[in-house]
């Protein structure tokens, strides 16, 4: 619907009713345009399309890779596409990721916790929530100030700038984009998923993150006790997630199966197995096993039979049981593909470090199954990427045999290296990752979990440094207000953007010419029009 026919819709509406004529038609439009999503379900059906097309476009060309930032509040989220639609002109392949580890550490009403799924389960839908507020506050506040653009075309009979902000209008990209969520391990058992998931859902997201790890064991997947559970348990779950899509009629909805194998190293069950060779027998397989004859059984043992022999598997005092060393990345291989042929629809493979071929190994025996698995991928902050792909090039070049005695392997963090070919070609293996892992990988979608968290604290102790030292209120204004200015970013103007300027329009719509409005010739942030 073009804006002028939203105007006739609103029209005809008001015509019909003999007591509604205070209300006016285009006001109709303009507030009807600025809320296009009017409940979660319709913003979750709307960005699982864009990511079933991006996903369909990635498999035609490898290039057409998809990425976000983990952002732990709506204010944070708002930022980023406001930022994104500025310098990129479109949020085409921009999505957002919202993070368990920030939820835990920053909105649980326990206070900050570890990633270990302790946080209030209501506290991740609440955070979708959130995110969409802000996200369609942000597409009310620039249409905003395109109608009151358009009005002053009006004003002034400019015909060319109408035309030119009337397109504009008819073609309006809300900021409103995917978000893949993380739902942990389902907080609870399959029900306990699909509940969770039903909440996730009602609320906006389209794509859901579930991992292998055991609910109540569950660790941060960069942290060491990592327990994953038997490949049916898992499926379970991800059946509980399509189902929750499908009830709530986002039948596109997408499942994204994350292993944590390849660092964990620990099972809490051993799986149950009907035959040999099934998923429980495979899953069993990996159990790092002593092989015992009917005298060596001790009080309480657990054994199993496998191939004619009698395997006692060993058993910590936590009552886990260990996988053989090694094992991670056959299990990895063996979590994906399940997942796939079981409903998932993407993959993530939790890595202790960025290194395209590792996640290109397992990738590509993945694909020998499945030929169109595609992995989300998680260019973690908990990776020292300077020391990582240092290590990775000076590696490199002991390989090729290149003169590496100027270097110290283990130093490689320092900043001596900084100006350093290596150190150079380094920079630029990391500037590349993400198009490289993107074409040599299958990685579909490139985020980074905890991005937001980290500036947060940087910009905060840079200020806090210059603001209570030496530069007093310098310290704020050279550091933050006059780059705000300079770089047009759009919070400078922090009531316009807290919505003042909205509630103005709205006032009038409300109240005509008695409305008081906040955005008068006295308001300070005038200063900021230049």
């Known amino acids: 619907m073009t804006y002028q026919n939203e105007i006739a819709k609103a029209g005809n509406l008001i015509g019909g009713q003999a007591s509604w004529g205070g209300i006016e038609a285009e006001a109709v ?10 409940t979660g379900l319709d913003i979750a059906r709307y960005t699982a399309g864009i990511m079933r097309r991006d996903m369909a476009a990635y498999d035609a060309n490898p290039a057409d890779y998809t990425q976000s930032l983990g ?84 004003e002034t009979g400019n015909e060319m700038e109408i035309a030119r902000l009337t397109h504009a209008i008819d073609n309006y990209e809300t900021h409103v984009v995917p978000i893949i969520a993380d739902i942990d391990a389902g907080f609870g058992n399959a029900e306990a998923t699909y509940l969770l998931a039903k909440k996730m859902i009602e609320a906006g997201a389209c794509a859901l993150q579930i991992e292998n790890q055991v609910s109540d064991e569950k660790q941060c997947g960069h942290q060491d006790g990592k327990v994953t559970v038997p490949h049916e348990d898992f499926l379970a779950k991800i059946r509980a997630c399509r189902y929750a899509f499908l009830e709530m009629g986002v039948d596109d909805g997408i499942i994204v199966s994350r292993t944590d194998s390849l660092g964990a190293g620990l099972t809490k069950q051993i799986a149950y197995s009907k035959e040999a060779g099934d998923i429980g027998d495979q899953y069993n397989s990996f159990l790092d096993c002593d092989e015992i004859d009917l005298t060596q059984i001790g009080n309480g043992d657990v054994v199993i039979s496998r191939e004619g022999k009698l395997l006692r598997p060993k058993r910590l005092p936590s009552n886990l049981f260990q996988f053989r060393p090694e094992t991670g990345a056959d299990r990895c291989v063996l979590d994906c593909i399940t997942s796939l042929q079981n409903g998932a629809d993407l993959l993530w493979i939790e890595t202790e470090k960025p290194h395209i071929e590792q996640i290109a190994s397992m990738v590509d025996r993945i694909r020998e199954v499945v030929p169109n698995a595609k992995l989300v991928y998680n260019n973690s902050p908990s990776f020292n990427w300077t020391l990582n792909f240092r290590q990775q090039v000076f590696d490199a070049w002991v390989e090729a045999g290149k003169d590496v005695s100027a270097y110290d392997r283990a130093k490689l963090m320092s900043a001596d290296y900084d100006a350093t070919d290596l150190g150079a070609e380094a920079d630029e293996k990391i500037r590349t990752f993400q198009r490289d892992a993107a074409a040599r990988a299958g990685i579909f979608h490139h985020l980074i979990t905890l991005p937001t968290y980290h500036t947060a604290a940087l910009s905060t102790d840079n200020l806090a440094k210059e603001y209570f030292g030496d530069a007093g209120m310098l310290g704020y204004v050279e550091g933050v207000q006059r780059k705000e200015i300079r770089q047009g970013i759009a919070c400078v103007k922090h009531q316009n953007m807290s919505g003042s ?30």
């Not at 509630?503 to 008068?520: P, R, V």
């Open 29 to 38: 439009a303009r507030m009807r345009l600025q809320n296009r999503f009017h």
């Open 71 to 154: 952002c732990w509040h709506g204010f944070i989220g708002q930022q980023k596409l406001i930022s994104i639609k500025k310098h990129f002109g479109t949020t085409k392949g921009k999505y957002l990721y919202l993070s368990g580890w920030m939820v835990a550490a920053l909105r649980s009403d326990f206070g900050p916790l570890p990633d270990q799924s302790m946080h209030e389960k209501t506290s991740v839908p609440a955070l979708i929530e959130e995110l969409y507020t802000f996200l369609k506050q942000a597409d009310a506040r620039e249409l905003g100030m395109m109608f009151r653009d358009l009005d002053h075309a009006r």
């Open 501 to 530: 300027d909205i509630g103005d329009d709205h006032k009038e719509y409300f109240a005509k010419e008695a409305a008081l409005k906040a955005g008068g010739a006295h308001n300070t942030m005038n200063q900021f029009a230049a």
